[in-house]
């Protein structure tokens, strides 16, 4: 915006920063851009069950300017590769993109010359999406975490740097976690934390059990 790189860092750039996401990640516009199966999930979250547009995104653009999200659904072959990166250059900035399923992330199955071996060789992913193909959930999900990295994206190169040096980083919580009423989700995450302390007093009574058995051998039956 410009604004940004004149304003003092402190309480009101902070401010500022979380205003400017807040309106960049409620204002998102897909591209339109289903290359495979993995594009017929991607429709059904514009319909009625799924319903994309709670999100403001029911809107998928026709025309690149007019987009910030490219949706990757399906495999990228050889072919389409420079259209697709025509279309993500055609987009304004900022702009993100999503790579949906795992023939878009990774070729999938297709490992093969025509088809390309992740779509990350042709422009900048932000968000991967496993599954094949994702259910319309899945991608909801991933939409909902890529608005917490935007949420968390730093303003400039300062807000970066104090970012990146408190270790700053944007937790992936699934979504079923972070919307859930609040009473579930402590319950849940309470009862995550008592499973694994049993998990670690376990393995430590087996540690323990096969350290004595070592020892054993180690000093002839004693023990010691
Ligand atoms: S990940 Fe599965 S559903 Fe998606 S494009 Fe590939 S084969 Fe089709």
């Not at 750039?13 to 990640?25: I, P």
């Not at 992913?125 to 193909?133: F, K, R, S």
């Not at 849940?188 to 350290?211: C, I, P, S, V």
């Amino acid at each position: 915006m410009g604004l940004e790189e004149k304003l003092p860092n402190g309480i009101l750039l902070a401010n500022v920063e979380k205003l400017v996401n807040w309106t960049r990640k409620t204002s998102m516009w897909p591209a339109t851009f289903g290359l495979a199966c993995c594009a017929i999930e991607m429709m059904t979250v514009g319909g009625s069950r799924y319903d994309i547009a709670r999100f403001g995104m029911e809107r998928f653009s026709a025309t690149p300017r007019q987009a910030d999200l490219m949706i990757v659904a399906g495999r990228v072959t050889n072919k389409m590769a420079p259209v697709l990166r025509q279309i993500y250059d055609q987009m304004p900035e900022p702009r993100w993109v999503l790579s949906m399923g795992v023939c878009a992330s990774t070729g999938g199955m297709f490992n093969n010359y025509a088809v390309v071996q992740g779509v990350d060789h042709v422009v900048p992913v932000d968000m991967y999406l496993p599954g094949c193909p994702p259910r319309p959930e899945m991608l909801l999900d991933a939409i909902l975490k890529l608005h917490a990295k935007i949420m968390d994206e730093p303003i400039n190169a300062k807000r970066a740097q104090i970012k990146a040096e408190n270790g700053e980083t944007t937790p992936m919580i699934p979504s079923s976690e972070r919307f859930a009423p609040t009473g579930r989700t402590a319950l849940k995450r309470a009862e995550r934390q008592q499973a694994a302390q049993r998990k670690e007093m376990g393995a430590d009574n087996e540690l323990g059990m096969a350290g004595v058995e070592q020892r054993k051998e180690i000093t002839g039956g004693e023990g010691r």
